[in-house]
């Protein structure tokens, strides 16, 4: 094996996230392998206490991570790896051979969800199931996390309001932490309803609108500004959205629309950068209207988040497109869900199922495979309940099956995730639509346990 | 070319990451391009202001950034994608030869660095260097992120003691943002001087210690706490660290010392992860102490930060390792460095230099080829200079070649940069080494101009 190399790329393959995994569950895999505990057991991922900026989350990152979970393959360099940390030759050939047998059943992305609630559940061999652990939580703790933010962003720009569709657009790419979330961000804004991406590698992998216009050193290429732009648009006539606040924003806008004239094409629109975004897209409407371009459209950008938007927007700032970017592709404000994956049952040798439960404070877990029931009034939902799985409840379960042996049985569109989300968002009791975070209304939603549930909910003491 | 697939797992090759890129560089590329606007420029990457938590950085990233530049190819899938988006052939041709061909200046990572120093330089023909921004922005400020949340959180364990070193360890994976996310969090807080992580892949790719004990969940698949940990320590001899707080943890404590004495091996340490961390982990050490086992080490794990670690190191809680998941993965406090690429000379056609600025409120840029000259007194560093590149002032420059001719010319070893880093930290003024932001001292550390700079700090005012 070549020795590691410091400055090696450090991008994996989907087959080398294999090894994508914390330490101890290899350790835990190797114990329960030779001692033979490989009976089905069943893990749920869910979170314990929501961010204190969020009421709710917008469930992501389950499609890519099954992807990843069906092509786990540990191929020989992996395998060798191991072997020099110490791992037995059985245990070596077993994972040799280990593929994902196992069944999930999962929210599908762009639901809702609340603490406690379980996003996704594995049945599985144990060992299987163990190994999935860090995969599962690394790829949807963060894509929930981004979905969640763009979701804010997308209601404090007025979804719901049928031509604010796709109006927030992503652009985080040089924020956002690394090649793989930059790409997951622009998939995970496009469910919560972003409009497009300044990604273009997302935008390929995912099928999303590339969107881009210039950078204030395009302008300054030029001698003047008004030369810039007239270059701009005989090199991209299909894309003169011009970059407006390089020197002084007003006059950017007039030189855009001497431009358009000049060059002969249309003005799709501009976009602001800097400065009063309130009063300088208020200016650039009127000289845009005055020129008889009503249909160009001003897109704001520039550090912004949903609370400055919904500023922006209650006051009336005519401002059509909104990029964001560190905000969007970090979360910036809550950037870590805290999403955590828990053996709830396992078959003990006799075959029978047995709950298990952890006695640490704060971090109990309450046994046993659920389900999660939503209840609705009218259009709107208005509590959930936490039930066991096989349990009769009123309501719809949230929970379907996503993967049966091992092999994906649940696809879908990003449109269908999309809509789903945004009628998601537009069922949120009112105050749950409401930007500020769980910490101001903490019992704002009802998740109820189920009465099956409820009798666990005091676990007796385990005797250690 | 197969439609976009929703639940694709998203993962780029090195080669795919070419297309890592805003919309809008590639729109401004075949602008240039059209025109044979490509003589050589000079672009430069720098932070105009440290997240408000922050007083310094610590460089990070550039080594991954600059193989992922040597490797940059447009492939036929991605230049019929950009075909498909209406760029001309021509310019297409031109991105399918295309390969980077400029020089790259940069500080090694685990440089300290401060307010617009520029961290990394790239001197190419236009184009190319245009079309490096997003990729080198996305790795280099994340994992700057990172290895300067590491680097805090060192100092908080106790850089500088002899013995501290090493004893961060990076339990980040399940909540970085994604797979190079927590690949480059391993790597970053090794840089900054973490003792090892519990990410597999990152610890095989790098070259890092592997660490990891047991999950609750291992305990619980067992009747009794005592026969999970002698199981384990029979199956996993070498690595005898168990998790004594599933139940009641000093209890869980005895059952360690009985169950090593049960199996025959050495204990090397408990790890606590919940509960009073100072009172836990003394009582901890009085119960290993009693047994004859003080070089068993203990552990604190659970949603530890930096602030919270000084208080127990303060408090002289006897903790030996400190494992660190979601506030050093994700850099919770400031998960955004907001480093920008800016172009700052071109050649005119006349070959002369001209320095490039841009008027917007707030983001000017000083124009021209910069490097950093730091000054020391004794083993501190007392002060920067940021000048012209080709000035002559007294202190040592930071920005040294990395890049000539589009191959990287520097390569050193991880040790390398874990030994500048904490060096660094060892010779930040006492002010800078206390946690605390930015906004708590704005003036602690004087960064100042260049005569020849200040002459250009007031820009005259361009005419659009």
């Known amino acids: 094996m070549a020795p590691p190399d410091p400055n090696d790329p450090g991008l994996l393959s989907p ?108 049945t599985a061999p144990r060992i299987e199931g163990q190994l999935l652990e860090t995969l599962l939580l690394n790829q949807v703790n963060f894509q929930t996390a981004i979905a969640t933010k763009a979701a804010r962003l997308v209601l404090a720009i007025g979804a719901g309001t049928p031509d604010r569709d796709g109006r927030l657009i992503d652009f985080s790419p040089r924020r956002a932490h ?74 950017g806008v007039r030189h855009a629309i001497e431009a358009a004239r000049s060059a002969g094409v249309p003005l799709h629109g501009v976009r602001i950068d800097s400065g009063d975004l309130l009063e300088l897209s208020r200016g650039a409407r009127r000289l845009l209207d005055e020129a008889g371009l009503p249909d160009a459209r001003i897109t704001a950008s520039g550090d912004l988040e949903e609370r400055r938007i919904e500023e922006l927007v209650s006051s009336g700032a005519p401002i059509d497109r909104w990029g964001v970017g560190t905000d969007l592709g970090t979360s910036r404000d809550a950037p870590a869900v805290g999403g955590v994956y828990k053996l709830v049952a396992d078959r003990a040798a006799g075959g029978v199922w047995r709950g298990t439960l952890k006695a640490s404070p704060d971090k ?68 749950l639509r409401k930007l500020g975070g769980e910490a101001e209304r903490p019992d704002s939603y009802p998740v109820d346990r189920s009465p099956a549930l409820r009798s666990l909910a005091n676990p007796p003491k385990v005797d250690g």
Not at 75 to 90: D, I, N
Not at 381 to 388: E, F, L, N, P, T
Not at 410 to 415: I, P, T, Y
């Open 15 to 122: 087959a080398q996230t294999s090894l994508l995994i914390d330490q101890y569950e290899l350790a835990m895999a190797a114990s329960y392998h030779r001692r033979g505990m490989n009976q089905t057991a069943i893990f749920e991922l869910f979170v314990r206490h929501l961010p204190p900026q969020r009421k709710w989350l917008l469930a992501a990152g389950i499609g890519p991570a099954l992807a990843l979970v069906e092509a786990m393959r540990f191929g020989s360099p992996e395998l060798e790896y191991l072997e020099g940390l110490g791992f037995e030759r059985p245990f070596l050939d077993a994972l040799a051979e280990l593929r994902f047998t196992g069944d999930v059943d999962a929210v599908p992305e762009g639901t809702v969800v609340f603490a406690n609630e379980p996003l996704l559940r594995v």
């Open 178 to 251: 690394g090649v793989d979330a930059a790409v997951k961000a622009a998939r995970a804004a496009a469910i919560a309803g972003a409009g497009g991406t300044s990604n273009v590698a997302a935008a390929m992998r995912y099928g999303l609108a590339p969107v881009g216009t210039m950078a204030h050193s395009y302008v300054m290429s030029f001698e003047h500004e008004r030369d810039a732009f007239v270059a701009f648009m005989q090199d991209m006539p299909h894309n003169t959205v011009m970059l407006v606040d390089t020197y002084d924003t007003l006059a």
């Open 364 to 431: 109990a877990t309450i046994p046993g495979a659920k389900q999660v029931f939503r209840r609705w009034s009218g259009t709107q939902m208005c509590g959930d309940v936490i039930a066991a799985a096989d349990e009769d409840v009123e309501g719809t379960p949230l929970l379907v099956p996503v993967m049966r042996g091992g092999r994906r049985v649940f696809r879908e569109e990003l449109a269908a995730m999309r809509a789903r989300a945004l009628s998601e968002l537009e069922a949120l009791p009112a105050g």
